[in-house]
């Protein structure tokens, strides 16, 4: 019996944990139709050592259209054949139920549009280090929902005719080429067209490490996020694309002016702030001061 799931896995670089991604997928109670590696930039041993994969489940490795993790995700889009997409990234694992309780979950509430889980934090051994507490339920109408990304973007299953209505993922804010808070612009753009909910239960471990794209832009993701929030907030169809480099960007008066006009004060000095202490590596203790940041920005959208 078909499932009618594509699981969608972009993929860059040595992808050293990708093969347990698939390992934790070939365990499911309920096996996805397709399994799509869009292969961004992945090296010639990286595909090499997922060739197993190829006789054990419906797996194929699809070239991206362009570059990034943006155009990786819609090239994804753009080919799966399933009603359904299952994001996970390549360096996380899935719970063997997951698929099969998102997709009761969506079969049983047409209004619901894109469904979450809780997730079990891992480091690089496997070794679990933490559990996330992601607001369950209904998120659409969550306080913090429009200044701050409240769900896990590899824990997710979601219709492929949703996210194709809203135009896919799309790239307006890039920290030294890396697209940043692509998932929240993503959110925030479906919940215009349903619910967006989360499964109070742990179903995908969530790898944490230093090489992951998230922790060599922690810098990037707490300027852009507002600058996300703002945006969509003015619902433009084509907004202002920012691209820092180097901590510096020619559009960064812009980014700040948008923040101002619809997030206040308060936040375009805080974002402000982080942009000069990305700059300031070698004299200001930077690990202090993003948790400080991080407190601000945290008690401003509440």
């Known amino acids: 019996m ?84 299952c994001r996970i990234d390549n360096d996380d694992l899935m719970v063997e139920n997951r698929i099969e309780i998102q997709l009761a979950h ?13 997730c079990v934090y891992i480091n690089e051994k496997s070794l679990i280090t933490g559990t996330s507490s992601y607001p369950a339920g209904l998120i659409n109408e969550e306080s913090q929902f429009r200044t701050k990304c409240l769900i896990a973007h590899p824990s997710t299953m979601y219709l492929k005719d949703a996210a194709l209505s809203i135009g896919g ?22 919940s215009r067209v349903g619910r967006i909910e989360i499964i109070d239960e742990f179903l995908t471990k969530y790898r944490q490490h230093n090489s992951q794209l998230s922790s060599s832009s922690a810098h990037g993701v707490l300027i852009g996020t507002p600058y996300v929030s703002a945006v969509n907030m003015e619902m433009k169809i084509l907004p202002q694309k920012i691209e820092f480099w180097n901590s510096r960007s020619k559009d960064e008066l812009i980014l700040l002016q948008t923040i101002q006009r619809n997030l206040g004060r308060k936040m375009c000095l805080a974002t402000y702030l982080m942009i000069i202490s990305s700059r300031r590596r070698s004299i200001w203790k930077i690990r202090y001061f993003q948790q400080l940041l991080l407190k601000i920005i945290s008690s401003l959208s509440n």
């Open 169 to 190: 993922y799309r790239s307006i804010f890039r920290w030294n080429g890396i697209d940043i808070a692509e998932d929240f612009d993503f959110w925030l753009r479906l």
């Open 106 to 118: 969506l079969a049983a509430n047409e209004d619901v549009v894109a469904v979450g889980s809780q």
């Open 2 to 85: 078909k499932s009618d799931v594509s699981i969608l896995i972009p993929s860059q670089g040595p992808s050293r944990f990708l093969s347990e991604t698939l390992e934790s997928i070939l365990m499911s109670s309920t096996q996805p139709d397709e399994i799509l590696i869009i292969d961004d930039g992945m090296t010639t041993e990286a595909k090499a050592s997922i060739e197993k994969f190829l006789s054990l489940m419906p797996m194929q490795i699809q070239k991206s259209h362009g570059k990034g993790l943006v155009d990786a995700l819609n090239t994804g889009l753009e080919v799966a054949k399933s009603n359904y997409i």
